[in-house]
């Protein structure tokens, strides 16, 4: 079993900055990609940046220059510092990771619960 939890959510002003953090834990040989989706209400699920294990990352283009994000391997953490938020950016965030268990050779695609993020004045 692997469990992402993620923290950091909450409300911001526009043009504000957030920092969420997601730490994984349970049954892990390695951890490949891992990323940050959204998913605002009443739209889809919607990626927002990923990462690679040797930190290759990509963004959004609705996020691009405002949020980067980075990840610890030895962790098994990524955060996401976002800068410059919208109203547009609040939604529920998720953070994702393509976990290998021990002593297997194919990964496995785990979600966290989610965290709030709402951008307000």
């Known amino acids: 079993q692997v469990q992402l939890v993620e923290s950091g959510g909450g409300l911001v002003q526009p043009g504000g900055p957030l920092r969420l953090s997601c730490a994984a834990s349970g049954s892990i040989f390695s951890i490949y990609a891992m990323g940050w989706y959204r998913q605002a209400p009443g739209k889809q699920r919607e990626l927002v940046a990923t990462?690679?294990?040797?930190?290759?990352?990509n963004y959004a283009d609705s996020v691009k220059g405002r949020f980067t994000i980075s990840r610890d391997n030895a962790k098994n953490t990524v955060n996401l510092q976002m800068n410059s938020l919208k109203p547009e950016d609040t939604a529920v965030y998720y953070c994702?990771?393509?976990?290998?268990?021990?002593?297997?050779?194919?990964?496995?695609?785990?979600w966290g619960q989610g965290t709030q993020v709402t951008v307000s004045s």
């Open positions: 994702k990771a393509g976990v290998r268990p021990p002593k297997e050779l194919a990964s496995y695609d785990y």
């Open positions: 990462i690679s294990r040797g930190g290759s990352a």
